[in-house]
């Protein structure tokens, strides 16, 4: 049998001494690396929340930056000036004055405000000496043109670095007209980084690491160069360059970066870096690496003194223990040996040979007994200190009456107060009476309660008060009775802060979106789970309650005329790759029809599998009513250009660009849509008279004499043309022509009946001086014919629509651009001039649709008169929607005819029935079928209006004949007669019924 080994007593201690020392000396090196770490965490992490903090505080700045232009941008007083200048009508000291007065108080983070005009010349500024530079060049200038930006300039105004916000001024059809520019010193941007933007906002912020000495934010430019001050180098804007990982990172991948480097001095820092890829810039975050772990070295330092203090009293423990105890136990063992021995009846076994085992011998049962009692609380209170000293929450323990009679370390840090201060207090000597209420009701209900409970309770801060969620349960005695209540709490403020900032970001996004008619949907296509933003259920007309329909119930709202092309699309976009954009019509479960424009990504997996889609959808109902009227209203203008034989042109003599409208190509004799220039035009004129014509043009343009010239053209199939043409120049402030605006009027037919006449008159003369007793009845009726000749020419000849045009618009353009300037008498003599032009106007637009009716010729087809009277009550009912008139049109009417003077007559018909009821609070206006005459259709047109006397009926269809006066019922006394005349040339009647004040019938068959 193999002999135990047996180690002597001083043996053992030396063993015991290494076995007790090399744990401590473990646990000391794991301690202040895990510290080292969670400083280096929470260092790195405060940076970053700084960094973020900041970055928020530049975003919004810039936003409001540019919302701010944007408004300045939409002034109509801004964009009157603008125009005026632009015409050469204004100066720019007036806008200058408004700018300085009126726009640069509102944004005191200007420091200059210019207006640019198109061509890029400075037109107004709140700096008289920036007024006139050429700035045509300049990047903000040129991204201002295309829409709001914000531009970094090196060298501004003063000579020193800045911010330029521009923005588009449009005028009120959507052209572009000039450039409003905000300029913000770069300098601003370190009060962004130094808190005083925070404290202008009175915004609430991070400041974790206000305290440390070498902590500066800077901003980078895309150049690598600082535009922003440095802490430790002065003269850094524009000169300091910062080659650092975290800028690399961000101008190269857009990527942020925290963590330890060098910095732009080349010493190691904690850094964190944030992206601004809109502007190339990176905001940096540091502070010097020594000074961030500093707490670090501190902890290090601690721990080493306590470590070596440990060692050297354990070390004396064991010196003592080896000189003292050990040779006392030797002799105890021999004393007990002895006992043993003795007559003492002392039996107790040998376990060892050694001193210990003599004593263990001896004392056996109690020794060990004690100390494994001894050991096991030891054990227990170990675990229990380490969780008291190293736990973030705060833990505490108050007995029946509230005393405190225990806090862990956490809770002394954050309340400054030591745990031997606080025993015996309650926390009504700690804490506001209002809180230590609330906390005393919340131990009670612990108390009462065999389960823990847990609370949302608030506690004081130095920056505030704090979030907290207690656990407290009560602690029993042996026997099972309550003697004391116990508490956890945790610290959750940073979660209520974020849940709190989520929740306004979310409701920005849901206002934004209800603004702009824009709702947001993401679809999970494996679940067929759909989000909904709360304004794609408003374009719906649908509730948020709704929002467990699947994605396909979503396909019973569109218009079934569109269902197939959307859902073709859709599909062409998850399983094509195709790209979803697509506008369709929606029927809303609440309101009318919808047309709406949606688009859509689709998000595949590795196999190409389609996951999820996510898109846009917007009401754009209004903008397409509206793009529909401007298309009805070009084509009005292009029919009444055709009809008058009048078109326009609009000459930009900078870039050379010639617009001509529809009805120039038919009067010159070229084919539509081909590129016309100045020199196409020249070409277009004869020959003998082109040299003429260029030289009126020269005049006008560098002269400033009035253009108004006739001369003939040539077109492709030989046919030769007169032409009358007038335009009028506007010139910038040199004097120097910009753009060319005028009509040209064919007045062939015209010039044929003069020289006619001209003719005419001369054969007659010679024939009446030839044959004058034999040809006096001949000469009367020559005579009566040159009268209707004359009478004709004479109305022709004086076509004064284009002047009364240019009348109207000047006048109109005195209205709208000088209202502020004109006293009330002033404006009434413009709108008088602008009635009696617009009555002279329609005077010879009759007479000339009078005259039209008569020569023009007739295409016979089937006409729905139905379909045409409802499209004429539409377009009446627009002219004045507030009027409450019913229109009563019989289904099926037709008739064959020429369907454009049938037209005519209908407008006619309808517009003065229109016109008669306008002093009726109730207006009815009925078209019927009203029975036959000899096999002809006899149509009735009936309204409940003013109605006439049928002692006048016979007057009713002469040229010029009216019942009443123009000031109670406008009019020039042609629109029956051109009915009449409309009605006879189709082989028909028209007579009419009235009686005063109770209306009238007008009967008329085809």
């Known amino acids: 049998m193999m002999k135990k080994i047996r180690f002597s007593l001083t043996v053992k201690s030396i063993l015991a001494f290494l076995a007790v020392l090399l744990p401590i000396i473990v646990i000391f090196f794991l301690t202040y690396k895990s510290n080292r770490g969670h400083v280096e965490r929470l260092v790195l992490d405060n940076l970053k929340a700084n960094a973020e903090d900041h970055e ?116 009120l059809d959507g052209r572009r007209i000039g450039v409003l520019a905000g300029f913000v010193p770069l300098s601003r941007l370190g009060d962004l980084l130094t808190g005083e933007f925070r404290k202008e906002l009175e915004a609430v912020t991070l400041d974790k690491l206000k305290a440390h000495e070498t902590m500066e934010a800077y901003l980078v430019n895309r150049d690598k160069l600082m535009i922003t001050e440095s802490l430790f180098t002065k003269g850094a804007v524009l000169n300091q360059r910062v080659d650092t990982p975290p ?96 007559d003492y009846d002392i039996s107790l076994p040998v376990r060892t040979s050694d001193e210990i085992g003599v004593l263990t011998e001896s004392f056996n049962a109690m020794a060990w007994g004690i100390k494994e009692r001894t050991l096991a609380l030891m054990d227990t209170e170990e675990r229990l200190r380490g969780i008291l000293d190293n736990t973030s929450n705060i833990i505490y323990l108050k007995d029946l009456d509230g005393r405190y009679l225990l806090i862990n370390p956490r809770y002394e840090e954050l309340f400054h107060i030591k745990k031997e201060e606080i025993s015996g207090k309650t926390d009504f000597d700690i804490f506001p009476a209002g809180l230590a209420e609330k906390f005393r009701a919340n131990d009670l209900m612990a108390l009462e309660s065999e389960a823990p409970v847990e609370f949302e309770e608030l506690a004081p801060h130095e920056d505030g008060l704090h979030t907290y969620i207690s656990v407290k349960f009560r602690i029993k005695d042996p026997k099972g009775v309550p003697y004391a209540v116990a508490g956890i709490s945790t610290d959750i403020t940073e979660r209520k802060r974020a849940e709190e900032a989520l929740r306004k970001s979310e409701a920005r996004l849901a206002n934004a979106q209800r603004i702009a008619h824009i709702g947001n949907w993401e679809w999970d296509i494996q679940k067929d789970e759909v989000f909904r933003s709360d304004e794609v259920y408003r374009i719906f007309g649908l509730k948020t309650l709704d929002s467990d329909l699947p994605f396909g119930a979503f396909f019973n709202y569109i218009h079934p005329d569109d269902r197939e092309r ?286 039209h009716v008569m020569r023009a010729g007739m295409t016979a087809e089937r006409v729905d008169l139905t379909q045409m009277a409802k499209a004429i009550a539409a377009d009446l009912r627009k002219l004045q929607p507030e009027r409450n008139v019913e229109f009563i049109i019989e289904g099926g009417l037709s008739a064959t005819g020429d369907k454009r003077l049938l037209r005519i007559a209908l407008e006619n018909l309808l517009g003065n029935a229109w016109k008669f009821t306008s002093r009726k609070d109730y207006g009815r206006i009925e078209l019927r079928r009203a029975g036959e005459e000899e096999g002809k259709t006899i149509y009735s047109v009936m309204d409940n209006g003013a ?37 006879h040339r189709h082989g028909g009647r028209i007579w009419a019924e009235g009686e005063p004040g109770k209306g009238a019938v007008f009967y008329f068959t085809l």
């Open 56 to 171: 928020g505080n530049m975003l919004l700045f810039m936003e409001m930056a540019r919302n701010r232009i944007e408004d300045f941008a939409s002034d109509g007083h801004i964009r009157g000036d603008i125009e005026r200048i632009n015409a050469g009508k204004a100066s720019g000291d007036e806008l200058s004055r408004y700018l300085f007065e009126q726009k640069l108080p509102l944004e005191k983070n200007f420091y200059r405000l210019s207006v640019i005009s198109i061509e890029g010349k400075v037109a107004a500024s709140t700096v008289d000496a920036t007024i006139g530079t050429d700035e045509g060049g300049e990047e903000f200038f040129l991204r201002g043109v295309q829409g709001p930006a914000i531009t970094e300039r090196y060298r501004g105004y003063m000579g020193e670095p800045e911010l330029a916000v521009s923005s588009p001024v449009t005028s």
């Open 247 to 342: 800028v690399n990172s961000c101008l190269s991948e857009r990527r942020e970066v925290t963590g330890f480097y060098k910095d732009y001095r080349g010493v190691e820092v904690a850094g964190s870096a944030t992206c601004l890829p809109a502007l190339g810039w990176t905001l940096v975050v540091e502070i010097d690496k020594d000074e961030a772990l500093k707490p670090v070295s501190e902890i290090g330092q601690y721990a080493i003194v306590t470590m070596v203090a440990t060692i050297a009293l354990i070390s004396a423990l064991f010196v003592f223990f080896l000189r003292f105890v050990i040779r006392q136990l030797k002799e105890l063992a021999l004393a007990s040996r002895a006992i043993a021995a003795g």
């Open 566 to 851: 959307v859902k073709n699309a859709i599909d062409d976009a998850l399983y094509h790759g195709a790209e979803y954009y697509i506008d369709f019509r929606i029927i809303p479960a609440v309101g009318g029809e919808k047309i709406v424009h949606s688009q859509a990504e689709a998000v595949f997996d590795e196999k190409g599998k389609p996951l999820t889609m996510s898109g846009i959808i917007q009401d754009i109902t209004e903008r397409k009513l509206a793009e529909e009227e401007l298309k009805k209203s070009e084509e009005r203008l292009a029919y009444a250009q055709k009809t008058a034989h009048i078109g326009n042109y609009a000459w930009d003599i900078i870039k050379k660009d010639l617009f001509w409208s529809e009805e120039l190509y038919r009067i010159h004799g070229l084919p539509e849509g081909i590129p016309v220039t100045f020199d196409t035009f020249a070409n277009a004129i004869q020959k003998d008279d082109r040299k003429r014509v260029l030289q009126a043009i020269d005049d006008a343009l560098y002269h400033r004499r009035q253009y108004s010239i006739d001369y003939r053209t040539v077109a492709s199939d030989g046919l030769i043309k007169i032409i009358h043409a007038e335009g009028e120049v506007f010139f910038d402030n040199d004097g120097k022509p910009l753009k060319m605006t005028g009509t040209c009027q064919d007045i062939t037919e015209l010039k044929r009946a003069e020289e006619e006449i001209r003719k005419l008159n001369e054969e007659l003369e010679k024939r009446v001086t030839e044959r004058t007793a034999e040809l006096k009845q001949a000469v009367g009726e020559l005579e009566a014919a040159n009268r209707e000749l004359e009478t004709f020419s004479y109305s022709v000849a004086h076509d004064l629509r284009a002047p009364l045009r240019i009348v109207d618009g000047f006048s109109k353009v005195l209205l709208e651009d000088y209202d502020d300037k004109l006293d009330k008498e002033g404006r009434d003599h413009l709108r008088r001039v602008r009635s009696a032009s617009s009555r002279m106007g329609q005077l010879i637009d009759d007479l000339l649709n009078l005259s």
């Open 947 to 983: 109605g006439f006397d049928m002692k006048y009926a016979e007057r009713l269809f002469g040229p010029f004949q009216r019942l009443h006066s123009a000031d109670e019922f406008p009019g020039t006394g042609i629109g029956l007669a051109t009915v009449a005349r409309i009605v």
